[in-house]
């Protein structure tokens, strides 16, 4: 590096510094002091710097060094994902997640251990979408997005449902290669498959119509004036490091409203696209698996745990029921001898957690459980299985123990599961 190339990067570390004095002065109050031309030049810098560069030149009728405009590009880079932690930017891009109230900057913390800052603007004619940044569980990604059009319908908002047929996310097929093969490895363990059953298996997955084909679903977490934050879901689980994604959005549409009794007139065009942006997952916080013989009562319900999943944002756990009797599965109704009623006997089975600090964690406040039951002909071999959302993001390597019924269960008296992909599919 030259004597100059070393000065330009000191001064612009230095401009940093200044420009970020008063955010970590004011980082418990959570706010970014940063002017919104300032936003806006970072953004259109980060998205494009070599179109950025051109723009500046037309306007201000001189060339910038491409050095110049590199160096400062890294340098914003690295100060967004600084600022995102510092100042609770993820607990805002990923509101959905839930803040725990006792303390905001381990949810901060939660999101960025698994989160990726990507900060890429596109324009397709009036409409401008930004991709502010991903977070990965291990099986789903997360996508923050800021849409911006004047042509946005007046009844659309938080309610409106989508259809996002269109829009799809894909990795490099290389990279695709590697996380089938490591995929069937890992989901074919102990299942006694042949070679050419394994052969058959790669080759389904690998057909041109499936290859990394990721398909994120969209919908509206807000709306203020020309500005809608959205939010995209995608299955994608933990069998590659860092990967590369492409996601391509395009006709968006709004396809009714969940709270009107009808569609009509609450539809149309929300997003005509399209959109493309690629980025490199560098952060994943995935789920761990549980497995065991430990015997709890619920009521006088008598269960034996023999699965647990807890992820950052909910926890599985599946137990088989001991003694006579069947179980009525509460879709079907069906009631066959000395029946146990999954509804009314084991609703409340798995009520919250423990974690490392000693806190106790309720997760019966953010909606109900989903209950899974099956009955047999057999009295012994009934299962029944739960899930339950968290009020807020949690690391699972903090939980100690599960509340199931009235009993606290140590996740010491289980055993981590041989396969730490999903259990639960």
């Known amino acids: 590096m030259t004597q100059f190339e070393d000065r330009l990067r000191r001064g612009m570390m230095d401009a940093n510094v200044a420009q970020y004095e008063r955010v970590i002065q004011k980082a418990e109050s959570q706010e970014l002091d940063a002017s919104p031309k300032y936003y806006r030049e970072r953004s259109e810098l980060l998205a494009g710097p070599w179109d950025w560069a051109k723009q500046r030149n037309r306007i201000h009728g001189k060339r910038l060094d491409w050095r110049l405009i590199a160096i400062v590009a890294a340098l914003l880079l690295l100060s967004a994902c600084a600022v995102a932690v510092v100042t609770g930017q993820f607990a805002q891009w990923f509101s959905g997640t839930g803040v725990d109230p006792e303390a905001p900057e381990t949810t901060e913390a939660v999101l960025a251990s698994m989160g990726t800052v990507i900060q890429q603007t ?52 290389a990279q695709w290669k590697e996380y089938v093969e490591n995929k069937i490895a890992t989901e074919s363990a102990g299942k006694n498959l042949s070679k050419e059953e394994r052969d058959q298996w790669f080759q389904n997955l690998m057909k041109p119509e499936l290859t990394a084909e990721l398909r994120p679903r969209l919908g509206v977490v807000s709306r203020e004036g020309d500005t809608v934050q959205l939010a995209a879901t995608m299955r994608l689980d933990n069998y590659r490091e860092n990967p590369e994604v492409t996601l ?8 009714g409203n969940g709270m009107s009794l009808t569609t009509e007139g609450m539809t149309g065009s929300l997003l005509k696209g399209p ?19 430990v015997p709890v009562t619920c009521g006088k319900v008598p269960l034996r745990i023999k699965k647990l999943s807890i992820s950052p944002t909910d926890m599985d756990v599946s137990c088989d029921i001991e003694g006579s009797g069947n179980i009525v599965d509460r879709r079907s109704g069906t009631v066959s001898g000395k029946t146990i009623s999954v509804e009314k006997d084991l609703k409340v089975a798995l009520n919250g957690l423990w974690t490392k600090d000693g806190k106790y964690v309720d997760c019966t406040v953010r909606g109900g459980t989903t209950i899974t039951g099956t009955g047999t002909p057999a009295n012994k071999g009934n299962t029944v299985a739960w899930s339950r959302y968290f009020p807020y993001l949690i690391d699972p390597a903090t939980v100690t123990a599960v509340k199931i019924g009235g009993t606290r269960v140590e996740l010491g008296e289980l055993n981590l599961a041989a396969d730490q992909s999903s259990i639960f599919r």
């Open 248 to 255: 391509h959005i395009e006709n968006v549409a709004i396809t």
């Open 275 to 293: 959109f493309e942006f690629t980025f490199t997952l560098d952060k994943v916080l995935p789920s761990i698996n549980y497995e065991g013989d």
């Open 122 to 173: 596109k324009t397709a004619g009036k409409e401008t979408l930004t991709l502010n940044a991903a977070v990965w569980e291990g099986n789903s990604v997360h996508l923050s997005l800021t849409a911006k059009s004047p042509s946005f319908p007046k009844h659309l908002d938080g309610y409106s449902w989508l259809s996002s047929d269109k829009c799809t996310a894909r990795m490099p097929e």
